[in-house]
């Protein structure tokens, strides 16, 4: 059975419309990411997108919402998203993570599965 899905929010650097539909610029990304159960990361990493998803980015996320993260690991703070992850507020997917592999002990002595 697939998916399924209310809606799709597609963020780029700049607002523009495609034949699937509408694309938001980046500084709609706040407003959209409480809304959002699913934030998926498919960026490259610059010096515009390195640390993008930080603890506020993680704050604006929904209680119970799935980070997805394709990018690359400095796209992501670690610190903050294992906070968050910590408290049970978040859940994540992780393709990639900065440091890789992640230490298999988190600040609280717990262990976790990388």
């Given amino acids: 059975m697939p998916f399924e ?5 597609r963020v780029a650097r700049s607002a523009r419309t495609t034949a699937r539909g ?5 500084t709609d990304l706040p407003s959209l990411l409480p809304e959002a159960d699913v934030v ?8 515009a997108t390195r ?7 993680l704050g ?12 690359r690991g400095p796209v992501v703070d670690t610190k903050a998203l294992l906070a968050e992850l910590e408290s049970g507020r978040l ?3 992780l393709d990639v993570t900065d440091p ?6 988190t600040p609280s002595g717990r262990r976790r599965a990388c």
């Fill in 5 to 9: 899905v209310a809606r799709v929010a």
């Fill in 22 to 26: 509408p694309v938001h610029p980046l």
């Fill in 40 to 47: 998926v990361l498919s960026t490259p990493l610059t010096d």
């Fill in 51 to 57: 640390g993008l998803v930080d603890a506020e980015f």
């Fill in 60 to 71: 604006r996320m929904k209680t119970g919402a799935l980070l997805v993260n394709v990018a």
């Fill in 91 to 93: 859940t994540a997917a």
């Fill in 100 to 105: 890789e592999p992640l230490p298999r002990a």
